[in-house]
């Protein structure tokens, strides 16, 4: 598993006015760092080492140096700016490597099936994350499924996914995760309701233009 180290700092003037502003003057952004039977700590971390972990990908394993100390954890969230998209906050989670953990990966799809250019099939994706239990060390950034042989006949549950060594699903196994759908035809359009009340007689019938329009001949009887 991909490892990222990245330098914190003990976060100072928490409740302060104006303690914010200067953290995210100085380009970082406030963290916190908890779980693993110790105290939630408040720290600062930089932008570009965010950055650097986001890009890593989810599940990124994050070494961190915390005033010479060390600590592993994982990213459980990144707060962003509404208008920005600027990061405002992460949540850090201690890990161990000696322990499973659950965790949240994401599912990429591979592949064309047939059914696609055969009868214009549509891929229905509907299920793109993966809860699963592993260590630290075997925690995969995304897990990649190949629906080249999927039909129209047969979809894809969470139990169909071929998970990598050391690696339990948690999510229920029978939960849909992809299908092919077949687009529905335009239903004809209904005839007018009052064409349908009055049928034509039979003194007029056959006796209409193309825009369905009585005949003078017919119109005159």
Known sequence: ???????????????????????RAEKKIPAVIYGGQKEPV???????????????????LVEMDLNGAKELALVKEIQYHAVTD?????????VSMKDK??????????????????????IEHILR???????????????????????????LVAGDIKLPEGVELVTDAEAPVVHLAIPKEDAP????????????????????????????DAAKK
Do not use: C, W
């Open 129 to 155: 994350e993966i809860e699963v239990r592993a260590l630290v060390s075997a925690i995969p950034h995304e897990i990649v499924l190949d629906i080249t042989p999927m039909t129209i006949n047969k979809g």
């Open 86 to 94: 600027n990061p405002i906050h992460a949540d850090f989670q201690r």
């Open 42 to 60: 408040s720290v600062t971390v930089s932008v570009k080492d965010l950055d650097k972990i986001v890009k890593a990908g989810k599940n990124t």
């Open 189 to 216: 359009a209904a005839a007018p309701a009052d064409a349908a009340a009055q049928p034509e007689s039979s003194s007029t019938k056959g006796k209409k233009d193309e825009e369905g329009n009585l005949t003078k």
């Open 101 to 122: 953990m659950d965790v949240v990966v994401p599912l990429k799809l591979e592949g064309t099936p047939a059914d696609v250019a055969n009868y214009g099939a549509i």
């Open 1 to 23: 598993m991909e490892k990222v180290t990245i330098s914190a700092a003990a976060r100072e003037g928490i409740g302060v006015k104006g303690a914010l502003s200067k953290i």
